[in-house]
C-alpha cells in the first residue's frame, strides 16, 4: 500500500484555479496514492453558519474557510483528515459541526471533533481496495472550555476536541525552590499540598507530596498550570492527564481491532519552553504507547516545524509534518478580539480590515520551517514499513529568508501566496538536511537522493 502524508493545512483559498507544474505536481502526488492523508487547520463553513467566536484572548488566527476548499482538497487526493487542533473551536460547536459536516459533503473521512467525547474521540474509518483504514485524532493545548465532554444525568455532552492534555512539571534547585516559595508567600499565592488554603480551587489536584503551586491571579478557579518540584537539576517535565492518555488509547485499541491499518494524529500546540527540536517527553510517550497499542503510523504536528522521524518497533513516528498550506494572512473575516489580542485601536474598530497588521503570529519572518516541510511517501508490504520517500516542498518564499517568492497583493508588506510548490536547489537541500539531522537523533538514517530523502526499514 503506498500513504502520502501531507503536513498542517492552514488553507483559506479555493485553490483548484491553479495549474502552475511545480503546484500541479505536488498535487498529482497526492493523487496517485492509494491513500493520503493530510491535517485540517482551519473551520469549513459560510459566515451564516456558525456562531460567535468563542475564544477571546488567544495570540493567533480565527480560521474560517470557504467550503470550497474542502472540495478542492477531495479533489486533490486526500481521502481522510484530522480535525483535532487549537483552532478547532474558532467558532464554536456552530464551527465544528459546519466543518464535519463540509467534511462529509466533499467525501472526506474525518476524526477528532465532534459533539461529545465519546464522537470526537471515536475512530474514523475509510473503505480502500487494499483494506480498513482508521484514523485516531488528538489534540494538546487547548482550553479547557474546548474539550469535548461526556453527557451526564441527562445533560448534553459538550461539543470540542478530543484532548490529550498535558500535565507540567518545573524541576528547581533547592536554592530557586526556596526563592519560589518565599516570593509566593509573600505574595499569597504560595499553595502546597494538602495546605488548603483558601482560593486553592483545585490548584494542587495532579499535586505529589511536597510539590507546590502558585495561585496567579488568572488561575485561582482552575485546576491550575504550574506544579513546582525540589530537584538537583532544572527541567520541565511533561506528562498526560492518565484520564486522556487511557482513554484514547482505547480508541487506538478499537481501531485495531477493526481496520487493517491505524493511523494517529496528534496535534500538540504546546512545549516544553520554547518550541525547539525535540518533541516533548508527552508526546513521544503517546506515540510509544499508541504504536504499542496497535498503531502503524503516527503524525504528529501542531508546532508548524518539521522534526525528526522516529522508527519504533518497525512503525514510523513522525514528530513534525510542518506546514503544507499557510494561509492565515487571507483571513476573509476577522473578529474583534484579534484586533484587540494584536494591540489595535478598538475605539476605531469599524476603520479596521482583515489587511491591518499585525493579526497573525510570525509570518513576516524568514523562517527555516513555517514556509517548507515536505510531503511524505510511505511504502507498506504485507503491512510492514518498507521505505519513507521525502519530497521537499516550499510555500512560497526561499526557505530561512524574509524575501517572497510568490507575492499576493500591492501593499508594502507582501503577503504570501502559501500554496506548496515543489523545492529544488537550496530550499530542497535546507529542507532535507533539517529532517535528516533531527531524524539522526532517533537513530534513523536517511539517505539523500538527488532532490529527494529515503529511509528504509
Not at 483548484?16 to 487547520?41: G, I, W
Not at 516533548?280 to 508548524?304: Q, T, Y
Not at 518498507?386 to 521537499?392: A, F, K, V
Request: hydrophobic share 35%.
Amino acid at each position: 500500500m503506498s500513504i502520502t502524508l501531507a503536513g498542517e493545512c492552514m488553507v483559506t483559498r479555493p485553490f483548484s484555479v491553479h495549474s502552475e507544474p511545480d503546484f500541479v505536481q505536488v498535487l498529482d502526488r497526492l493523487r496517485s496514492a492509494e491513500l493520503t492523508y493530510a491535517h485540517v487547520e482551519t473551520n469549513f463553513g459560510h459566515f451564516s453558519e456558525v456562531a460567535a467566536p468563542a475564544r477571546g484572548d488567544q495570540v493567533g488566527s480565527y480560521f474560517l474557510t470557504d467550503p470550497q476548499v474542502a472540495t478542492d482538497l477531495r479533489q486533490a487526493g486526500v481521502d481522510i483528515v484530522s480535525l483535532a487542533n487549537n483552532h478547532s473551536v474558532d467558532f464554536g460547536a456552530a464551527g465544528i459541526s459546519s466543518t464535519v459536516r463540509h467534511c462529509d459533503a466533499a467525501g472526506m473521512a474525518h476524526a477528532g471533533t465532534g459533539r461529545d467525547l465519546e464522537e470526537a474521540r471515536e475512530p474514523a474509518y475509510l473503505e480502500t481496495r487494499q483494506g480498513r483504514v482508521a484514523l485516531v485524532s488528538v489534540s494538546s493545548g487547548n482550553k479547557s472550555h474546548e474539550w469535548a465532554s461526556q453527557p451526564k444525568a441527562g445533560l448534553p455532552g459538550r461539543a470540542g476536541v478530543n484532548p490529550l492534555r498535558p500535565e507540567m512539571r518545573f524541576l528547581v534547585e533547592q536554592e530557586a525552590a526556596e526563592q519560589l516559595k518565599r516570593i509566593g508567600s509573600a505574595l499569597g499565592i504560595l499553595r502546597e499540598t494538602k495546605a488548603g488554603a483558601e482560593g486553592s480551587s483545585g490548584l494542587l489536584m495532579h499535586a505529589e507530596q511536597g510539590e507546590f503551586s502558585l495561585a496567579m491571579a488568572n488561575d485561582q478557579s482552575t485546576t491550575g498550570s504550574n506544579l513546582w518540584r525540589q530537584s538537583d537539576h532544572f527541567e520541565i517535565l511533561s506528562s498526560s492527564n492518565k484520564w486522556d492518555f487511557s482513554g484514547n488509547l482505547r480508541s487506538v485499541a478499537e481501531a485495531a481491532t477493526m481496520a487493517d491499518l491505524v493511523l494517529v494524529a496528534h496535534h500538540f500546540s504546546v512545549s516544553e519552553g520554547p518550541r525547539g527540536n525535540q518533541p516533548p517527553r508527552f508526546v513521544r510517550e503517546f506515540a510509544h504507547a499508541c504504536i504499542d497499542e496497535g498503531a502503524d503510523i503516527f503524525i504528529g504536528h501542531g508546532w508548524h516545524k518539521t522534526l525528526g522521524i522516529e522508527i519504533y518497533r518497525g512503525k514510523p513516528i513522525v514528530y513534525g509534518l510542518g506546514n503544507f498550506f499557510a494561509q492565515s494572512e487571507f483571513v476573509r473575516r476577522v473578529p474583534y478580539d484579534a484586533y484587540e489580542t494584536w494591540g489595535h485601536d478598538i475605539e476605531r474598530l469599524s476603520t479596521l480590515t482583515p489587511a491591518a497588521h499585525p493579526l497573525h503570529p510570525g509570518l513576516d519572518q524568514g523562517s527555516e520551517t513555517w514556509w517548507s516541510s515536505a510531503v511524505l511517501d510511505l511504502e507498506l508490504d504485507g503491512g510492514e514499513l518498507q521505505s519513507i520517500r521525502l519530497n521537499p516542498v516550499e510555500l512560497g518564499r526561499p526557505v530561512g529568508r524574509k524575501a517572497v517568492r510568490r507575492p499576493v497583493g500591492h501593499g508594502e508588506r507582501p503577503l504570501t501566496d502559501g500554496r506548496p510548490f515543489t523545492a529544488y536547489g537550496e530550499d530542497a537541500e535546507a529542507i532535507l538536511d533539517r529532517y535528516k539531522r533531527l531524524s539522526a537523533d532517533f537513530g534513523t538514517s536517511m539517505v539523500i537522493e538527488g532532490e529527494t530523502g529515503v529511509i528504509k526499514v
